[in-house]
């Protein structure tokens, strides 16, 4: 079954300790990015790559990482989480266009 | 800034059409128009998208005017599992991706 995929889905955690949220997708797709969802902003993007080894910015990238080192994974990392970065996180794969979603990942800071 | 202008909330019936109307006038050549939806807190939903040709895959049709400037989503027998929000969203599309920006989108309240 095609799928994005990712870990954890619900984490609590402190301020300063540093957290990797994880995805995966078995599609294939080249495009893959991250979107925070908070309550009256919308979803947002945080960073996105187009290919492996290949990332950049998207609206909201202060206090995340991110790496592509294969085509299928691009883990979202938080090296300080702060509580301002508690949120609902998405990450999206996309082939020619449509963007496919994981199930989101909700993270707390304390 | 929002490219799209959708109602907040509609309301309809089960077995009743949907129809989610979306203001895009400021729309480019090149920018086609999405429509994705969200359900509770799960990740977003593609629906379907168009250029300037009215659309119809196995979830929606899509109306896009002659002027571009605004779109209509249809669900034609719209259910209680269709109550969700829906995003219409205008971007191009370049280089194997597009920038999709979320707005409020609409909230559609399917009842029994």
């Known amino acids: 079954e095609a799928q994005v995929t990712q870990n954890p889905r619900y984490l609590i955690t402190v301020t300063g300790k540093k957290l990797t949220v994880t995805c995966s997708q078995n599609m294939n797709h080249e495009y893959m990015s991250w979107y925070r969802q908070d309550p009256g902003l919308g979803l947002r993007q945080i960073y996105y790559s187009m290919n492996v080894e290949v990332t950049d910015k998207g609206d909201v990238p202060e206090g995340y990482k991110v790496s592509r080192k294969e085509k299928r994974n691009f883990p979202l990392i938080l090296e300080s989480p702060s509580p301002n970065q508690t949120s609902l996180y998405f990450c999206a794969s996309s082939l020619f266009g449509e963007l496919f979603f994981g199930e989101g990942s909700r993270l707390t800071v304390l | 800034d929002a490219k799209t202008t959708q109602p907040t909330s509609m309301d309809c019936a089960e077995g009743r059409a949907a129809n989610l109307p979306c203001n895009h006038s400021?729309?480019?050549?090149?920018?086609?128009v999405y429509w994705y939806r969200q359900i509770h807190s799960q990740g977003p939903q593609y629906i379907i998208h168009g250029l300037k040709n009215n659309e119809t895959n196995e979830m929606a049709s899509l109306i896009i005017t002659e002027d571009r400037k605004s779109s209509t989503l249809i669900l034609p027998h719209a259910t209680l599992r269709d109550t969700a929000v829906y995003y219409c969203i205008v971007a191009p599309f370049s280089g194997g991706y597009n920038k999709l920006i979320f707005g409020a989108g609409t909230r559609l309240a399917v009842h029994p």
């Open positions: 400021t729309i480019s050549g090149n920018e086609y």
